[in-house]
């Protein structure tokens, strides 16, 4: 067997050209990816988005149609599963049930002939804070504490590298928050690469380095978490992670330093350094938290752009801040994160208002025009209950 | 082990009381018939063991005794064939398990992805009940005879020496047993399989272990509940059958067992004392048997 030793630490992984075709659809096109060693990089997406599939050719459960698998700088593209250095916590952790706790930590440990299992066994469920249970059985035990079985099992054999199939899914809120930190530590106790799979975007972010967005079998963007928020490249990045205010125009000016955008006779500017696009049909927005509302009409300056004037459709408050649906015509919606630090304005449903955000915060995508409104019309709670008034005048006409 | 835990852990919700009356009267008609026709024959058939031979009477006549001698002279006189029995009914279950596992494995893993080919596969291995299994084994008879196509032809190419048969042998009434227990064996086996999370069997692999030790470690102990029913459903019938190895089948004068001598106690001899503790005994050694392998094998963790 190709694995006995521990690995010392984590080792890079490279997917390079990696294609994965199942009878009737491709579940990857043309991946390539680089994980440096040491790192937690997290892999977000849509349910169908490959990113399992990914994680399974990594893994060596499934075979690549095309392209190469390095771990640490050499090809296991051929090396069959129990072959790779590589451990896997399932979505569904998988503990074998006709086994205690302690052999089912033991099982890898064992099967590479690694000294004293038992004992390392018993560390690694100390680790996760469960060795009193080492003698129960899976089904003994609650789903947050099968977890971390699945994680002990897992870090036990001191993988090069650890995959994560979105190992939190099945857990309350409460128990997420706490094993997300307990990833984390783990992660820097031991030093290990971590791939993480996840269509939680909040989860991504709070725990990975490095986040790839991963949209219809294909990297989309990736980076760190802040500068994916901060400066999505699409309309899927802007809009799966966290939410957006996008705007469509044709760009009508240019400087050294800033893009104008003519969007439906409104002016705005976004710098060019964060536009992708300088020509042409754009799509520019701005995230909900940096917009702010006004009940009269700003002065215009140069460094805001703003938008109104627009009525508040819906007004929805929770806690720490208040969100704001404003319908402004020719623009669609834009929805603004207030903070209730008793500083803004307040306002109400059918209220005039106008919006408007620095001109520094806005971003520019690399996605031209966006086809259809973020919003449709008939989404819309007044579009709904006005076609409902009408059936109801409708009916009352007839009878 | 860990059942007894479950169960002295989460206290299992009494019944409400007001319904035992019921659930009594739902019983009755199953306890009934139990008694009519489980206990009753039972007793019937423990009291004719211990009978003795009436005096004066004629061959068959008998009279309630305490005659406990008739253990021991049919155990002194039987004891090969009783051996035999359960040597044979041993070689068929193993015989059984080997050529099923495989089968049932492919109908119940490999084909998921078919279920056509599944169930096709399914009522292929049910399709012999459709025709008696005496005309089965009958059918083999003919097959396997000595003037028959397959010995003639391994004759011709020396695989078989020029007097050897093939019925008579213990080998024919090994190969008549396994062959008509296999669906017995195949059907329980099936349905465990059929379940079998493959999930286990990806993190097996995804910890460290070969295909051999995934199938030794995980897949194995997971189909335990199948393997054991199977084994059963195959090893009592085989044990006590009499068909199979009876001289108009396949079998010979060397090859009788269990069933062949009670059937010709209790038929030719009029010996029903003979036959009676002879059951007796078959259904006693196979209680034991069967106790001792459910404990050891340890499946009470998986029903």
Not at chain 1, 59 to 74: D, S, V
Not at chain 1, 203 to 227: L, R
Not at chain 1, 354 to 377: C, I, K, N, Q, Y
Not at chain 2, 247 to 265: H, K, S, Y
């Amino acid at each position: 067997m190709a694995v006995r030793e521990f690995a010392e630490r984590g080792a890079d992984l490279e997917l390079v050209g990696i294609q994965k075709r199942f009878p009737g659809f491709t579940a990857i096109q043309d991946l390539d990816l680089k994980i440096p060693a040491g790192s937690f990089f997290a892999l977000l997406g849509p349910s169908g988005c490959g990113k399992t599939t990914t994680l399974r050719l990594v893994a060596g459960l499934e075979e690549p149609t095309q392209g190469r698998i390095l771990i640490g700088g050499k090809d296991v593209t051929s090396t069959r599963s129990h072959e790779r250095p590589v451990n896997t916590v399932f979505q569904s952790y998988a503990l074998f049930p006709h086994m205690s706790i302690i052999e089912n930590v033991a099982f890898g440990l064992k099967r590479r002939r690694i000294a004293d299992p038992v004992g390392k066994a018993h560390e690694a469920l100390r680790l996760v804070e469960l060795d009193h249970l080492a003698q129960r059985r899976p089904q003994q035990l609650s789903g947050g504490q099968q977890q971390r079985v699945a994680l002990a099992r897992a870090i036990v054999n001191r993988p090069a590298l650890l995959l994560l199939d979105e190992p939190l899914g099945a857990l309350d809120l409460k128990l997420r928050r706490q094993m997300q930190l307990e990833l984390k530590t783990i992660q820097e106790e031991v030093g290990l690469t971590f791939l993480h799979v996840t269509h939680d975007q909040e989860e991504a972010m709070t725990m990975a380095d490095t986040v790839a967005v991963m949209n219809k079998g294909a990297i989309e963007q990736m980076g760190a978490p802040a500068q994916l928020y901060d400066l999505p490249r699409t309309v899927f990045v802007a809009n799966f992670l966290g939410q957006s205010n996008l705007f469509s125009g044709e760009v009508v000016g240019s400087t050294d330093t800033a893009v104008s955008v003519d969007v439906g006779g409104t002016r705005l500017v976004v710098p060019k350094a964060r536009a992708h696009r300088h020509n042409g049909a754009v799509t520019v927005g701005v995230r909900p938290e940096k917009v702010s509302l006004h009940i009269e009409a700003p002065a215009p300056s140069a460094d805001r752009n703003v938008v109104g004037p627009g009525r508040v459709l819906d007004v929805s408050f929770s806690g720490v801040s208040t969100q704001y649906l404003v319908d402004v015509p020719g623009h669609g919606t834009v929805l603004v994160f207030a903070q209730n630090t008793g500083s803004g304005p307040s306002v109400g449903v059918g209220d005039e208002v106008w919006s408007s955000w620095l001109v520094e915060h806005g971003f520019g995508l690399d996605d031209g025009a966006v086809e259809t409104d973020r919003f449709p019309a008939d989404d819309s709670t007044t579009a709904i209950a006005a076609q409902r008034r009408d059936d109801l005048v409708a009916e009352l006409g007839e009878g | 082990m860990a059942f007894a835990a479950f169960t002295t852990a989460e206290a299992q919700p009494q019944a409400p009381r007001k319904s035992s009356r019921i659930a009594l009267l739902l019983l009755l008609p199953g306890i009934l018939y139990l008694v009519l026709f489980f206990l009753t024959p039972l007793v019937s058939l423990l009291l004719t063991s211990l009978q003795a031979p009436l005096e004066y009477g004629d061959i068959g006549q008998y009279q309630y005794a305490f005659n406990w001698q008739n253990y021991v002279d049919v155990m002194t006189a039987y004891w090969p064939h009783i051996l035999r029995s359960f040597g044979y009914a041993l070689a068929a279950t193993v015989f059984a398990l080997l050529f099923s596992y495989p089968l049932a494995y492919f109908i119940g893993v490999t084909a998921r992805r078919w279920p056509l080919l599944q169930s096709l596969m399914l009522v292929l291995v049910i399709a012999p009940f459709f025709i008696s299994f005496l005309l089965r084994t009958l059918a083999w008879k003919q097959i396997l005879s000595d003037e028959s196509f397959v010995i003639t032809s391994l004759k011709a190419l020396s695989l078989l020496g020029p007097d050897a048969h093939f019925t008579g042998t213990p080998f024919a009434v090994i190969f008549g047993l396994t062959y008509n227990f296999i669906p017995f064996m195949t059907l329980p086996l099936y349905t465990t399989l059929e379940r079998l999370d493959l999930r286990y069997l990806e993190a097996g692999s995804d910890l460290y272990a070969n295909p051999f030790t995934v199938f030794r470690k995980i897949t194995i102990p997971l189909s335990m509940p199948g393997i054991v029913a199977g084994t059963l459903l195959t090893f009592i019938p085989a044990a006590g059958d009499y068909v199979n190895a009876s001289r108009d089948f396949l079998g010979g004068p060397d090859t009788q067992m269990m069933g062949n001598v009670i059937e010709a106690n209790f038929l030719v001899l009029l010996n029903y004392p003979a036959a009676a503790a002879l059951s007796i005994i078959l259904m006693a050694a196979i209680l034991v048997l069967v106790g001792v392998y459910v404990k050891r094998s340890g499946t009470e963790d998986l029903l």
